[in-house]
C-alpha cells in the first residue's frame, strides 16, 4: 500500500499488478451492498468481452459502512482490481485522485449502479484508445439512446443541459451521465484547471476541454435510472448553479490558460500554413466587418452634408474603428478582460490610419478626376476603398492579437 496527497486529502492506494490500456474507476460512498455485485459483473465483461489490458479502480469517498472493507476484499480476489480510499466526499475529487495518478493509456469512470449498458464501454473508449478523439461521454439525451428514468429527473437533465447551452456555449448534449473516459495524457494537463471536486466537475472539465479545443466523443447509451439513488437533487442543483457563475466569471475574466492548453494538448491544423482556428476568425472578423462597414456607411451619408466628404469619411472611419477593434477583440480574437485594452486600441487606430490613407487618397483621385463627383459614386469607391483596407485590417488585426498571454485569452 502506499499513501498519496491528493488536493489536500490523504489518498490510499493498492498498488496494481500489471500496466493496463484502460483503467476504470468506480466511485462509491457507502455502496457496501452493491459494490461486489457491481465488480464482479463489470470485471467479467471487460474479462470476455473487452479487447484491451484493463483494471478496476475503487474510489471510496470516506465511507462509513464496510464499503472500504468490501473493497479491500475485492482487491485482494482480484489482481486488476485496486483500491484507493480518501477520507474525503466527493465524485470529482475521487476521480482527480486516481486519474492523475494513473498508469493507463486511458482513464474512464461509471456509477457503481451499472446504470449504463456495458456494451457501451469499447465504443466509448476507442477512440480514445486509437488517439482520434480526447474525451469520450455517454450521451442518454441522444435521439438513438434508450433511457428508462422518472418524467422528474428527464425534465431536469434536458433543463442543465439547456442552461449550459445558453450560459456557456456548451455544444456537449448529456453533462452529468455517470459514463466518461480521457485520455490520461489529457487529463495530466486539464485536471489541474477544475476547481470543483463534487457533482459540477463533469460540467466543469467538459466546459474547459470544449474551449480549449479538445475533441469531445458522444456516445448514445442505453440507461436505466437507478430508484436508490441518493443524489440530493435541490443541493446539487444550487452548487451546479454557482459552479456556472464561477465559471462564467473565469471565463469572461480570462482566468484560465486555456491557449497553454490547447498549445500543449491542441490539434495541428487539417491545412498546412492555416493556424488552427483561422476559419472561425475570418467567419467572425466578416460579420463584424459587415456590421461595421454599414455603420460607416450610415455615418459618412449623414455627416456629409455638414461637414464635407474628407472630414466626414475620417469621423466615420475613427467612430467605427474603435468599435471594431473592441468587437474583433473580443469576438473574433476572444480575448477578454482588460489586459492590454488601451495598447490594443492604441495599434488598431494604427491600423486605421491603413484605411484612412486609402478611403482618403481613393477620395482625393476621385475629386481630381470627377469633381462633379454625387455621393452615389463616393460611396462605391469608399466600398472599394474599403474591402482592401478590410483585408489589410485583418492581417494587422491577427498581428495585434497575436500569442496572447494565457490570462487574456477567453478560448
Given amino acids: 500500500m502506499t499513501e498519496t496527497a491528493t488536493a489536500g486529502h490523504r489518498a490510499e492506494i493498492s498498488e496494481p499488478v500489471s500496466v493496463p490500456v484502460l483503467d476504470v474507476v468506480i466511485p462509491v460512498y457507502n455502496e457496501e451492498t452493491d459494490l461486489g455485485i457491481c465488480v464482479r459483473r ?33 482487491a485482494a480476489e482480484f489482481d486488476d482490481v485496486r483500491v484507493v480510499h480518501l477520507d474525503a466526499k466527493g465524485r470529482g475529487r475521487a476521480l482527480r485522485a486516481v486519474w492523475e495518478h494513473s498508469d493507463a493509456q486511458v482513464v474512464a469512470y461509471m456509477d457503481v449502479d451499472l446504470s449504463t449498458d456495458l456494451n457501451a464501454l469499447l465504443p466509448l473508449v476507442a477512440p480514445l484508445i486509437t488517439g482520434h478523439s480526447d474525451l469520450a461521454i455517454g450521451t442518454r439525451l441522444s435521439s438513438a439512446s434508450r433511457v428508462v428514468r422518472g418524467p422528474k429527473r428527464e425534465i431536469i437533465s434536458r433543463c442543465y443541459n439547456l442552461l449550459l447551452k445558453a450560459s456557456l456555449q456548451a455544444r456537449f448534449s448529456d453533462a452529468q451521465c455517470g459514463f466518461k473516459a480521457m485520455r490520461t495524457e489529457v487529463a495530466r494537463r486539464l485536471l489541474p484547471l477544475v476547481r470543483d471536486g463534487e457533482w459540477f466537475f463533469d ?156 478611403t482618403s487618397g481613393s477620395l482625393f483621385a476621385l475629386h481630381h478626376w470627377a469633381p462633379q463627383a454625387e455621393v452615389h459614386l463616393e ?33
Fill in 42 to 74: 463489470l470485471r467479467a465483461y471487460l474479462r470476455d468481452g473487452f479487447p484491451f489490458p484493463a483494471r478496476i479502480t475503487i474510489a471510496d469517498n470516506a465511507s462509513t459502512d464496510a464499503t472500504l472493507q468490501v473493497a479491500r476484499l475485492l
Fill in 203 to 358: 460540467t466543469e472539465l467538459l466546459v474547459l476541454a470544449e474551449r480549449a479545443g479538445l475533441r469531445i466523443h458522444e456516445v448514445p447509451v442505453d440507461w436505466i435510472d437507478d430508484p436508490d439513488s441518493r443524489v440530493d437533487i435541490v443541493d446539487t442543483a444550487r452548487k451546479d448553479l454557482l459552479g456556472i457563475g464561477r465559471l462564467l466569471r473565469a471565463l469572461y475574466t480570462g482566468a484560465l490558460p486555456l491557449d497553454e492548453l490547447r498549445r500543449a494538448v491542441g490539434r495541428e491544423p487539417l491545412v498546412p500554413g492555416v493556424p488552427l482556428g483561422m476559419v472561425g476568425q475570418l467567419v467572425r472578423f466578416a460579420i463584424v466587418g459587415v456590421l461595421s462597414t454599414l455603420a460607416y456607411l450610415l455615418l459618412y451619408v449623414l455627416l456629409q452634408p455638414l461637414t464635407g466628404a474628407q472630414a466626414a469619411n475620417f469621423l466615420a472611419l475613427l467612430t467605427t474603428a474603435i468599435a471594431n477593434t473592441a468587437a474583433n477583440r473580443a469576438f473574433t480574437f476572444g480575448v477578454r478582460g482588460s489586459a492590454k485594452a488601451v495598447s490594443h486600441q492604441v495599434q488598431g487606430l494604427l491600423i486605421f490610419g491603413v484605411g484612412l490613407a486609402l
Fill in 379 to 411: 460611396l462605391f469607391v469608399l466600398v472599394l476603398a474599403n474591402l482592401l483596407a478590410t483585408l489589410l485590417r485583418f492581417v494587422g488585426l491577427r498581428w495585434v492579437f497575436r500569442n496572447p498571454r494565457p490570462a487574456q485569452v477567453r478560448e
